[in-house]
């Protein structure tokens, strides 16, 4: 059984800063490509940020150059980090990762509960 745990969401003011965390846990062979997604209120769920095994990053536009997605291998942990944030970047963040366990080497695609971001004033 594998679990993904974020942590990090919360309310900031815009222009403000917050670093999401999100843990795997369980019998783990391998983390592939990490990610995390967002679904705001009545939107369809998104892709934000992706990290592969071997460090190369993609972005959605709109986040290019304010939200840094990395990743500690030994940790089994992927993080975004989101400055100057903007009212249009609350949602549900949610992360997600390709994994391979000891029962099966087949890899599977597996995903957090989600963290709540709210950027108000």
């Known amino acids: 059984q594998v679990q993904l745990v974020e942590s990090g969401g919360g309310l900031v003011q815009p222009g403000g800063s917050l670093r999401l965390s999100c843990a795997a846990s369980?019998?783990?062979?391998?983390?592939?490509?990490m990610a995390w997604y967002r679904q705001a209120p009545g939107k369809q769920r998104e892709l934000v940020a992706t990290i592969t095994l071997g460090g190369s990053t993609s972005y959605k536009n709109s986040v290019k150059g304010r939200f840094t997605i990395s990743r500690d291998n030994a940790k089994n942990t992927v993080y975004l980090q989101m400055n100057s944030l903007k009212p249009e970047d609350t949602a549900v963040y949610y992360c997600?990762?390709?994994?391979?366990?000891?029962?099966?080497?087949?890899?599977?695609?597996?995903w957090g509960q989600g963290t709540q971001v709210t950027v108000s004033s």
């Open positions: 369980g019998r783990i062979f391998s983390i592939y490509t």
């Open positions: 997600s990762s390709r994994i391979s366990t000891v029962q099966s080497m087949e890899a599977d695609d597996y």
